[in-house]
DNA sequence: CACCTTTGTGTAACCGGTTACAGATAATTT
DNA sequence: AAATTATCTGTAACCGGTTACACAAAGGTG
């Protein structure tokens, strides 16, 4: 590998100037430039990121933090990240966190070892002293925190339409699905789905779960209908559940969505390809990573007046595991 | 950020005594590492890693590229990388090519330039120079090649296995989905199951389709049954066009598996929750993940006698988008 | 006891960039 | 024409680790 010095000793001038020329600050003659230029050709140069990273004290990396990327939500969002965090010339540090407070710390660690410019993380210890004591940018995602921005999308207000959508279609007798009890965003939106339940005339059920993981989700299905056979109406806590849960009740014979109805939660790629087609509360993930990595390097480049959280919309997907409701009602 | 510097001043001795507790070699007192440890310690210091990359001209960062964590196969494969790699001390640098050579050029560029210790490629241009003139340990993930060690399934058997599978199940007129043309383990599998359709004694087509993307699928699938209304068995080219179609075949009331069936490939998380749930061709791939990490750490510790390919096997999934054999056949 | 080996520690060069500072020349202003 | 400013370039310090080398003291050997 060419060094600067390499390139400076081609082109007859000092690395002071090479350095000039590539980050084009400073001054420098034409004439000098195209020499230089033709030395980087010549030597097929590329500077070292970790020698500037180095001085700087500051890489282009961002570290980004994921409970897990098996869980069909985070690759959208992780892409999302990646697409914009790219077209900024940054790179991507990644991690699994498993929501292991352990790994988490570790993987923070790593990053400030990087010197990452700024951080993303899907956690559920927002507050803890692993964030609160950073002085480099972090933005939080699917999670709200008061000691940095976050990018979320309202999970009180999906549980909400989530539990508004099956009772308006009719549901007497729904089974709520609790998803693990510390991931923040599957607690708002249980609450919020309990919330109008509550209200509602209608009778239902909690069932409460422990993880999304795929391996799971059946045994909760199985659960969910030795439990409660005769309801008409789950709500899911997330797409890949809902998806075990419609494959559990066509298993059964249960008639989609005329004995029950169905609605999940996050619109994963796969909802729209189950069959019925799954009616789910759409989380853009994809535009979260989005508007976070936006935000993020908002931060980076020490722009004033950032907000402080993006809320997205959760918006009903109306598909074929809830009935259409009544036009005359 | 506390640096060496102040950790030696603390402790009353020189940054190399420091440098050598924290990297327990060379000689130090037993009572000068007590105190090294305290200010350490007490510090709460924490190395730089850049400045020990730039030193050791190697990071301990691993580069990934992937075609696209958004393909449901991938987090999979991303999963067993990280695993394994995070066990021995590495950290991974994530990037999507989307099978473009000019992303995936600036992306070895950039792991070169952050000084990775390996590379970790799912390209279709193994063969390209952006790979033969490395000098860092570099494996293929799900590709083949002469250049460098590569981990894979044998598509052509897998392939095949598909083909025989149906075959054997009695379709007669069976559809053959061919994937998209650039990528090899595609064509792969599509060549391992032609040459079984052609030794059969069946009625054949072949749909030709240009991307895995979740949108295009359900395109795909309309297509498949616009152009072969009468096919009774359809070998699709990985699990979310196969799905595409099941739920396209239901939505048009075809009986699965009696007037239809269904391979796919891949097994993907979601294949075993589809109803019916599908029969496919399983790629273990989070085993190939934690393999070609656990061989690109030999290489990197310069192990001898690496292998040059590990070949994983592929298996058939028999679920219920395929029909039984009979017993007594 | 002279000699050699082992142990313990410090000094300073080095990795490959960036940039503060200085000095020289050219262009502009007054 | 003198003063000022803009342009161009080089020297060397710096970022924060690692390690070659030197040196001193302690321990072991014949």
New interface residues.
């Given amino acids: 590998?060419a060094t600067i010095r390499d390139v400076a000793e081609q082109a007859g001038v000092s690395v002071a100037t090479v350095s000039r020329v590539l980050n084009d600050n400073g001054y420098v003659g034409a004439e000098t430039r195209k020499r230089v230029m033709a030395a980087i050709e010549g030597l097929n140069y590329?500077?070292?990121?970790?020698?500037r990273?180095?001085y700087k004290r500051e890489?282009r990396?961002i570290g980004?933090l994921l409970p897990?990327?098996?869980n069909?939500f985070?690759?959208?969002l992780?892409?999302g990240i990646?697409?914009e965090v790219?077209r900024a010339g940054f790179?991507?540090?990644?991690?699994?966190s498993d929501e292991e407070a352990s790994k988490e710390l570790e993987y923070i660690?790593?990053f400030?070892?990087?010197?990452v410019v700024g951080i993303m993380s899907a956690t559920n210890n927002t507050d803890s002293e692993n964030y609160t004591n950073l002085d480099l940018p972090v933005v939080f995602l699917d999670r709200v925190s008061k000691q940095h921005p976050s990018v979320y999308a309202d999970g009180i207000e999906g549980g909400r339409l989530a539990a508004r959508t099956l009772v308006e279609r009719g549901s007497k007798r729904i089974t709520l699905i609790k998803g693990p009890g510390h991931i923040q965003p599957a607690m708002d939106r249980f609450q919020g789905a309990l919330a109008v339940l509550s209200e509602a005339e209608v009778d239902f059920s909690v069932l409460s779960t422990s993880s999304y993981a795929?391996d799971d989700?059946?045994t909760w299905a199985e659960e969910l209908f030795a439990k409660y056979p005769d309801t008409d109406g789950v709500i899911a806590s997330n797409d890949?559940v809902a998806?075990?849960i419609?494959?559990e009740a066509?298993?059964l014979g249960r008639r989609i969505p005329d004995d029950l109805q169905l609605i999940g939660y996050d619109d994963i790629?796969?909802s729209?390809?189950?069959?019925p087609?799954l009616s789910t509360i759409r989380q853009p993930a994809y535009e979260m990573g989005k508007e976070a990595a936006k935000l993020l390097i908002r931060m980076i480049q020490k722009e004033k007046e950032v907000e402080q959280t993006i809320q997205l919309p959760v918006t009903l997907i109306e598909r074929n595991t809830t009935r259409k409701v009544d036009p005359n009602a």
């Fill in positions: 590998m590329s500077p070292n990121e970790v020698a990273s180095l890489s990396l980004l897990d990327i098996t069909p985070f690759p959208q992780a892409r990646e697409d790219h790179r991507l540090l990644l991690g699994n660690q790593t400030l070892q990087n010197q795929f989700a059946r890949i998806i075990a419609l494959h066509l298993r790629p796969f729209s390809l189950s069959y087609s």
